[in-house]
Nanobody, 126 residues
């Protein structure tokens, strides 16, 4: 059974940092794409970052480039999202997602991902 469990969210002031963790199980961790998405109130899922294990490439939304870093620990079946210089517009529920197939298009499009965690909330105060 595929399981994705996020943690690390919380309340932080603008300019602060958080590190999100996604613990994964139930699949061959180093074979597939894993991504981070976020959802602000009243909005859809926004792709934030992803890593494609097939070639090790990483991708970021323009809104987070230079501030967020995705990383993996294959030994622990865990991915991380280090978020620095947080802004109020970064607030939302952050989800970890799994893509079991080769990417067919935009790697930060939610339709590319089959499994989702329950999310962890990030609130950035101004």
């Amino acid at each position: 059974e595929v399981r994705l469990e996020e943690s690390g969210g919380g309340l932080v002031q603008a300019g602060g940092s958080l590190r999100l963790t996604c613990a994964a199980s139930g699949f061959r961790f180093d074979h597939y794409g894993l991504g981070w998405f976020r959802q602000a109130p009243g909005k859809g899922h926004e792709g934030v970052s992803c890593i494609n294990h097939s070639d090790g490439s990483t991708y970021y939304a323009d809104s987070v480039k230079g501030r967020f870093t995705i990383s993996v620990d294959n030994a622990k079946n865990t991915i991380y999202l280090q978020m620095n210089n947080l802004k109020p517009e970064d607030s939302g529920v952050y989800y970890c997602a799994l893509n079991l197939y080769p990417y067919s298009g935009n790697v930060l499009e939610e339709s590319e991902y089959s499994f989702w965690g329950q999310g962890t909330r990030v609130t950035v105060s101004s």
